[in-house]
């Protein structure tokens, strides 16, 4: 049997129960629906992050104030340690706001993208208040999010590991293992290598000291 998918929302609004939480509330319930362990977290600039590695999926999500994206989203990606926490995540970024889609594409979602470089964006959503009365938009933009995840899982090579690269990364302090294994099997994968042993293993970390 598969692994139960794991996503977070992460999000930001000035509003109690305005259309952010709608909106995060409609999309959570279809991803669940759709079989996903779905949390959800509102975003203080200044938290820490951590627990998001934890997650397969990230979501960002937040309203518009005065032509600027939610502050304590915005600040938690530009002075907190989400960004950092964030690294090789896949994503999906969506806004609430008012303006016209084209306007909010240029105007807006870069205040978010700008400090997401690097990361694998699986969809983006522009919502008006409007919008979320109906269901069709929050279900595209799930259905998107799930299909561009599986089709990256799809094309992936699966990296095989060598008993004793496995012992290798076995003799590290556990809190390790996570962080080590990633940047290892990011590093086969830049250099087109479909096994790692430990001779890569030595390999990826000289050259990471470079
Ligand atoms: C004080 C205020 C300022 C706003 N400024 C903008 C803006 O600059 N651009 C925009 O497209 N929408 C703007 N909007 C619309 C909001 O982005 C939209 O209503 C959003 O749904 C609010 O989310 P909330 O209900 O979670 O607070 C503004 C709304 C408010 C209340």
């Not at 929302?9 to 509330?25: P, Q, R, V, W």
Request: glycine letters at 8%; a negative charge; proline letters at 3%.
């Amino acid at each position: 049997m598969s692994e139960t998918l794991k996503a977070v929302i992460l999000y930001d609004s000035m509003s109690k129960s305005g259309s952010t939480e709608t909106a995060i509330n409609a999309i959570g319930m279809k991803l669940a629906e759709e079989g996903v362990y779905v949390e959800k977290a509102r975003c203080k600039a200044n938290a820490d992050y951590s627990f998001v590695r934890d997650f397969d999926i990230v979501l960002l999500g937040a309203p518009v104030y005065y032509f600027v994206v939610a502050s304590q989203l915005l600040g938690a990606l530009v002075s907190g340690n989400l960004r950092k926490n964030l690294k090789r995540k896949k994503l999906a970024l969506f806004l609430i706001c008012g303006s016209p889609e084209a306007m909010a594409a240029v105007l807006y979602l870069p205040q978010l993208k700008i400090n997401l470089v690097g990361n694998r964006i699986l969809a983006e959503k522009i919502f008006s208040p409007a919008m979320l009365s109906g269901e069709d938009a929050v279900e595209n933009f799930v259905f998107d999010i799930l299909e561009e995840y599986e089709n990256d899982k799809k094309s992936k090579v699966k990296i095989q590991w060598t008993e004793e690269a496995l012992e290798m990364l076995q003799g590290l302090p556990p809190f390790m293992h996570g962080g080590i294994k990633g940047l290892v099997e990011d590093y086969a994968e830049t250099h087109g290598y479909s096994t790692i042993t430990a001779e890569l293993m030595d390999i990826a970390r000289s050259d990471q000291g470079k």
